[in-house]
């Protein structure tokens, strides 16, 4: 299993512009998540997925859109980047009926915004 | 409401030594999971425990034990003999049972000197 994936590793943004973080697991979990971590903070949850087809915000949503199409993937779509989005992403997927499962992470997006 | 405090910021041993670190949770709820991740400076997260409310049994295991205590809302890590790897940040982590997401703590920066 390669567990989750997440692409690209690194990238900069000039402010304004928009790009997809891409998430993939292949553990069949039905919970995904994306978190962002700011330099010296813990993990603040942006979007999560309950399943195929549901997702709900989490605590920070504002300039980030998400879908769920399938089981594997759950792709971050920022819109019109600006300064305050440059962090480091993670996604996460658990396996749950409530959530309460431990979440394995991908290695995480630094992402900048210029 | 569900919040997590780590209040030790940053926290400097040296090998072999004993090290707690500290996690002070609050939540309203009476079922809820507490969890401890571990970051390495190459950055991606690794789960370490989870434990729930009802469960007050410490846990150790190898060089890690976990001390959960309700009485005080707290749920300390202690790393027994540090090593260099231990070097990382450490997350705690809550999700109460009414809650759709976990809400981490700020994080604390372990450094074990050789």
């Known amino acids: 299993n390669a567990g989750v994936t997440q692409t690209p590793k690194f990238r900069i943004l000039k402010i304004g512009q928009s790009m997809t973080l891409q998430c993939t697991q292949d553990?069949?979990?039905?919970?995904m998540y994306w978190y962002r971590q700011d330099p010296g903070m813990g993990l603040k949850l942006i979007y999560y997925?309950?399943?195929?087809?549901?997702?709900d915000k989490g605590e920070v949503p504002n300039g980030y859109n998400v879908s769920r199409s399938t089981t594997e993937d759950f792709p971050l779509r920022l819109e019109l980047a600006a300064p305050s989005q440059t962090s480091v992403y993670f996604c996460?997927?658990?396996?749950?009926?409530?959530?309460?499962?431990?979440?394995?992470f991908g290695p995480g997006t630094r992402l900048t915004v210029l | 409401a569900q919040k997590v405090t780590q209040a030790q910021t940053e926290i400097s041993v040296v090998e072999k030594e004993d090290v707690t670190l500290d996690c002070v949770y609050e939540?309203?709820?009476?079922?809820?999971?507490l969890f401890w991740y571990k970051q390495p400076p190459s950055g991606e997260l690794v789960f370490l425990i989870r434990?729930?409310?009802?469960?007050?049994q410490n846990e150790i295991s190898g060089r890690y034990s976990w001390n959960f205590q309700k009485s005080t809302s707290s749920f300390n890590f202690t790393i027994t003999a540090s090593q260099v790897v231990d070097s990382a940040v450490y997350f705690c982590?809550?999700?109460?049972?009414?809650?759709?997401?976990?809400?981490f703590g700020s994080g604390t920066q372990l450094t074990v000197l050789p």
């Open positions: 996460a997927s658990s396996y749950s009926t409530s959530g309460v499962n431990e979440q394995f």
């Open positions: 553990m069949n979990h039905n919970y």
């Open positions: 939540t309203r709820d009476t079922t809820y999971y």
């Open positions: 434990r729930n409310s009802f469960d007050e």
């Open positions: 997925s309950v399943g195929a087809g549901i997702t």
């Open positions: 982590a809550l999700k109460s049972g009414s809650a759709r997401q976990l809400t």
